[in-house]
């Protein structure tokens, strides 16, 4: 009498559940999906939630904005020296959306499952009148004391970055005017990166565990170097200084900046970089760099934290420079 | 120089950080958030997501939508057997939705948090120009080996449910409608009873133990109970058949079905119930009913299952009821 499937249980079967291969998802037909955590290792859990017109464009190609989704959750888990156990993935379809659409963004969340371990575990379909909106729970594992947190940074201990700094902030820079004479001095490969860095973040995994081993506190750069140094370092009661000049550029950004010195603020503040931002002892840092550049990432020493409150950032003639905003606020 | 703190960071800490009073939330001040599930336990793991003005009225009492989202959740933990170990929360906030409504909103989870024993860990706050969006993943804890499913119902057991059914459909219809025949005939006591089953689902938590001991397969019934039963067989490969005289139904319910006895398909078909379903061999029958006699809920033995495929509902006269449609589909 009754088949057992409506059309959003077809939907899902048809595009998910080739994708939810693992044990624990239960082929996506159950009310939940279950979980082993490896013995003497606990779980680390992060969520986050994109909007089409807010986090990304309405017009991006599906599989990059699904990539986007699980980059800047998977980036979260890195941060914190995790290694990915799976995901848990809701999305709320809008009107307009195909079919054609769902199918891209299922095999771009698939392709990122397999390419980063983190199994599509279960989740939610949903239709919006809205635009479309994304969120994935992130989960991951660290051995039971490990995890590497925010707000334990201490003073007189270097501050590193991971890869470049500031090339997803010129890619939607470029991406909102590529008329700008910034982006008209760059080649049409340098135009290609900003906008790939941009588009599809690139979670530092595999530094995972040279975190756990030297860093003493880490986050990843999502809102802006600026802001979330500050963050990280109010939450850890210490202040900071570092030098402008220091902070890893990529050559099209370096390039980009010699033609129009204000994208300096743009990459500095602007966000979007999923990079990890590092604090760790003087007597980690050699061990941590040539894990990084052994990683083909690199990490670069840009200052230090010290007693007392509020960061500093130099430029090249020692003054401390200020940003009208520093950091990328989704508010 | 920066604050390191963003509209975002203010508005999270003033509203959700004194809800989030557990270790593992870092003070929602960190990337990610800890667990510990317990030794011989493995995680469960469910995640659903509402939108305004598709799972709930846009102008449903904000604190009445935040206890919707975490129980329709919490209701699958239920129904798997699990004990809730904590959520992890992300919404969308539309234009017009002010800090006071985010104050109820947040009023809510919190009281449901404690009020079920499921910390708020951690998630994400966006801003959308759509409608109000929620998506919760509520993580549990099961013994090993010990999780219900869905897909694991065999022939010649008991098929039971939980408390009352239909109580939702009808709060929802009774919203849509109020001079139906079927509600006119009620005092205001039942028509508010029906309204609040609607709104505040009311998850079967205190079941889990009784479910790990006693159950073969469980759901939770959220699209209907006919549906939702033809789905439970169809992923165990056996047949069922019930007696729509048999479903339990509150005296509201049953007071408005016999002033309009159309309801009974509404009833039986409608959704938003959050009762649990259950199959379990004879011998636990009796002892799963005292359990949840004890539990202040009940549970009713409504048909058995049967080798075969397909599900049967017979009426009073034995014959097989038709329905026109056997499951509410968000599709």
Excluded: W
């Excluded at 970055?161 to 700008?180: E, N, S």
């Excluded at 802001?227 to 402008?244: Q, R, T």
Aim: charged residues 20%.
């Amino acid at each position: 009498m009754a088949d057992g499937g409506s059309g959003e249980d077809r939907l899902i079967a048809g595009l998910f559940a080739p994708i939810a291969r693992h044990p624990g998802a239960l082929g996506l037909k159950d009310d939940a999906a279950f979980l082993h955590v490896p013995a003497g290792h606990k779980l680390v859990l992060t969520k986050d939630a994109l909007v089409a017109g807010v986090h990304f464009f309405p017009d991006d190609p599906p599989a990059s904005i699904a990539r986007k989704a699980m980059r800047v959750n998977l980036s979260d888990l890195a941060a914190k020296g995790a290694e990915p156990l799976g995901v848990m993935l809701a999305f709320a379809i809008p009107p307009e959306m195909d079919v054609a659409a769902l199918s891209e963004f299922a095999r771009g969340i698939g392709e990122d499952c397999l390419l980063f371990g983190a199994p599509l575990l279960g989740g939610d379909t949903v239709r919006t009148p809205g635009p479309f909106t994304i969120s994935i729970t992130a989960l991951g594992s660290v051995p039971i004391g490990r995890m590497v947190k925010r707000a334990t940074a201490r003073p007189d201990h270097a501050i590193l970055v991971t890869g470049t700094i500031g090339d997803g902030a010129l890619g939607l820079a470029l991406r909102l005017d590529p008329t700008r004479p910034g982006f008209a001095a760059l080649d049409a490969a340098q135009r290609a990166f900003l906008a790939d860095r941009y588009l599809h973040p690139r979670p530092r995994l595999s530094l995972a565990s040279a975190l756990r081993a030297h860093a003493r506190a880490a986050m990843d750069v999502s809102d802006g170097l600026v802001g979330d140094l500050a963050k990280m370092l109010a939450a850890s009661n210490c202040a900071g200084e570092i030098e402008a000049g220091r902070v890893p550029l990529s050559p099209a950004a370096r390039a980009a900046i010699a033609a129009e010195p204000a994208l300096l603020a743009t990459a500095l503040t602007g966000g979007d970089d999923y990079e990890i931002l590092a604090v760790m002892g003087e007597g980690d840092v050699d061990a941590f760099e040539a894990a990084a550049i052994a990683a083909g990432i690199g990490a670069t020493v840009i200052g230090r934290t010290l007693a007392g409150e509020g960061l500093v950032v130099r430029g090249d003639d020692g003054q401390a420079l200020n940003f009208a905003a520093t950091s990328f606020s989704h508010f």
